[in-house]
């Protein structure tokens, strides 16, 4: 479980990351001379989000790193976010930690809020990215009835720490339930993603609790309100190709979200493509892998083809996660139909759903 430590304009900050490579779940640096895949996880989770990707053969042909944000996600710690913490200071913080870990220029892959980042650390840095893979992308300004869910959710996530030594655990459930309809659309939670949401949330409710609920707001409120979108001419500084995914049944932003950041993209300049999920939410990571993983594999073959046509798919691989999401109670090996879960508000679980996901 390695840390390192950076400091930055806003604070200094102990990250938690993992580094994958062909041969090592758990490597110390990366193979020099493979490409650099670098994931930047959303707001309110953290990096094992991204377990479906890392176990996945075929892009383990790549160096795979990533990192818990901070604020309060995952083990990252370090001083508190201010309250103006937004894309840029979480670009800064991500171009320091690649220099701390003497990562060369990255291959970006993010979702949702880690879109926002993503986008803006190429704008900043962008001798520092090769290419954007951005997941249900949140690079224009929100909607404002997405802010007034965000805004919900924030304020029962609030009212659940009336004070010090109070928890309101079914409020908290029910503030769970509220940001899992806008993550995955549907009641029902696939195994994999009820593991990553028991991981999750005795975490959330320890770094985001009564004393820590400025940061929450910063990291799972303002960060959504306050993001912006980018001018013709910040957008044209974006140097790699740039491929947007989304699904169809993403409850927040329909298709035309992203036909509209793909259409401002090539105007500006940028080589941009749009690949659509049928049936997808919003956090396609987990449960769509299927069909993300294939178009991330050929997005970055398509690149760096001279730099990797040699080198063979490893035949078996394990992601940082697997162990602690088994503890969670995700069993690779069972049938999803019959281990599908629904999470209610009242924090209650029934079994024998469908999988809708």
Known sequence: MPYIQVMSSTGRTNFKYSICTSTSADAKSINQNLPTLLFIHPMSIAEHIFHAQFCDPRLRRFNLVSFDMRGGHGKTSGDKVPSHYGQDEAAEDIV?????????????IAMSTGTTIATQFAISYPDHV???????????EIPPEVAEGHQEVHDLWVSAFPDA?????ETIYE???????????????SPLVTAMATITYPVAAKRWNHHHLDEFRTMNLDFYLNRRSHSKHALARIAGPVKLVCGTEDVAYPVSHSEEFLEQLTEAGVDASLHVVPGAPHYLAPDYAHDV???????????????????QIPTQVVSPWEDMLR??????????????????P???KSIECSNSL
């Open 96 to 108: 320091k930690l690649m220099d701390a870990l003497k990562l060369p220029a990255c291959h970006l």
């Open 293 to 311: 993983n294939p178009v991330l594999h050929d997005f970055i073959i398509q690149i760096e083809h001279r730099n990797v046509m040699y080198v």
């Open 130 to 140: 090769l290419s954007l893979f951005l997941i249900s992308h949140l690079c224009l």
């Open 346 to 348: 009242q924090g209650r």
């Open 327 to 344: 503890i969670a109670g995700w069993d690779p090996e069972a049938s999803d139909d019959s281990d599908n879960m629904i999470i209610h």
């Open 175 to 189: 503030a769970g339930f509220g940001n899992s309809q806008y993550m995955f659309s549907y009641p029902q939670l």
């Open 165 to 169: 030594s109070t928890v309101l655990i």
